[in-house]
C-alpha cells in the first residue's frame, strides 16, 4: 500500500522520526529527573499531501481505513484510535504547551497523511513518539510555524497527554526530534536542557542488542499510573516538589518516614537518577565499555525497588550478562517490552542464541533479537 493508493491529493514531501531506546534512565522523566536515550534506525515516515479544505485525513500501512477530522473541529476527548496520534498533533499545535504559545492555525490547510514504520508497536521503542514527531516536524514545516524541536518535543507531549490520554513525560519525543548518529541525548527533564553525548560505541566494538519480550505493556493504565502515583506520594511526604530534588544522601531519612513500598520507589528513582549523572560521566572520562555495571544496577533497582520487571525481561537480562553483555537492562516503561544488552560484536550471535535458547527452555515466547544504532532525529527526506 502507497499514498496513492489511498488518496488523490499530490504529495508535497515525506517527513521521518525515529524510535528511540533509553540507555539509562526509566521512569525518572515524570520526576523531573535526567534521562539518556538515543534515537535508533528504526523510524516512521509520513507521506503528505496538502488539501484545499480543512480536513486532516490519515491512513496507515498498520491499519485499513481513512480516519478523518476537521481543522475547525478538533476536540480531544472526541479523539480516539490511532488517529489521536496525529489528529492531537494538530490539536496540540493550535493549543500550544507548557512554554510554547499556541499556533495560528486559522489559515492552515488540510492535510493527507499516510503513515509508514518499522518501529515496532509496544515494544518499549516509541513507536508512539516516531508517529507524534514525524507528524508534528511534517506540520510545523508545511504550516511555516517556526518551532524548534524542544517545543515541537513538548507539543508532541501535550497531545500524547491529553489527546490520546497516556500520561508520559517528555523523554521519547525529545529522543526523537533531538537524537545525532552515534550519539545519546542526555535530557534534564526539569530545565529541558539537552546534550547531544558523544556513545562511540562502534570505535569500542560494540553494539546495542535490543531484545523483544513481545509480552505488551499497558502505558495508559494499571502499573504506570501506580508508580507515578506512589513517586508523587513520596515527594509529598518528604517535603520535595519532586524526586528530582533527592539525592542518595537524602534516602536514610526516606526511609525512616515512608512506608517499605513507597520508600523503594523512591530509592529507585533517586539512584536511578544517580547512575544516569554516572553514566554521562563515565562515557565521557572512560568510554562505553565502562558503563555495563551501570545498565546492570538500573536493571535490579526496577526489578526489585520499582518492580516492572517481568520473567522474560529478567531472563533475558541475565541471560545476555551470563554470556558476555558488557551490560544489559530492561529498558521502557515496563510490564514488557524490550530490554537492552550491549555487547562486543565478536559476541552478538552468541549472546543472541543463548536468549533464544533460554526463551525456549523457560517455554517463553520467542523474542525477536536486533541491533540498534543511534540515528538521526526527525527531519525532512524528501
Ligand atoms: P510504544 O512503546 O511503541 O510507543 P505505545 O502504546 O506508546 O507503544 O504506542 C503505540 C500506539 O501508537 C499504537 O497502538 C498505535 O495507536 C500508535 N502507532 C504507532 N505507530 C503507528 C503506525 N505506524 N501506524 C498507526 N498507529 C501507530
Ligand atoms: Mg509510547
Known sequence: MTFTDIFDTDVVGRWAAPGRVNLIGEHTDYNDGFVLPLAI??????????????????????????????????????????????????????????????????????????????????????????????????????????????????IGQRSENDAVGAPTGIMDQSASLLGRVDSAVFLDCRSLDAEVIDLGFAAAGLELLVIDTHVEHAHATGGYVARRASCERGAEALGVSSLRDLGVDDLPRAAEVLDDETFRRVRHVVTENQRVLDTVRTLRLEGPGAIGSLLDASHVSMRDDFEISVPELDLAVATAQATGAVGARMTGGGFGGAAIALVPTDLREAVSAAVVRAFADAGFTAPTLFVVHAAEGARRTA
Not at 94 to 109: I, K, M, Q, W
Open 41 to 154: 534506525d528504526r523510524q516512521t515516515t509520513v507521506t503528505v499531501g496538502r488539501r484545499s479544505d480543512r480536513l486532516l485525513r490519515v491512513a496507515s500501512s498498520f491499519e485499513d481505513g481513512v480516519q478523518e477530522a476537521s481543522l475547525d473541529a478538533l476536540d480531544p476527548a472526541a479523539l480516539a484510535g490511532w488517529s489521536a496520534y496525529v489528529h492531537g498533533i494538530a490539536w496540540a499545535l493550535g493549543e500550544g504547551a507548557r512554554g510554547v504559545p499556541a499556533s495560528d492555525l486559522s489559515g492552515a490547510f488540510g492535510l493527507d497523511v499516510f503513515v509508514e514504520s518499522d518501529v515496532p508497536v509496544g515494544a518499549g521503542l516509541s513507536s508512539s513518539a516516531a508517529l507524534e514527531c514525524s507528524v508534528a516536524v511534517a506540520m510545523n514545516d508545511l504550516w511555516e510555524l517556526g518551532l524548534d524541536g524542544p517545543a515541537l518535543a513538548k
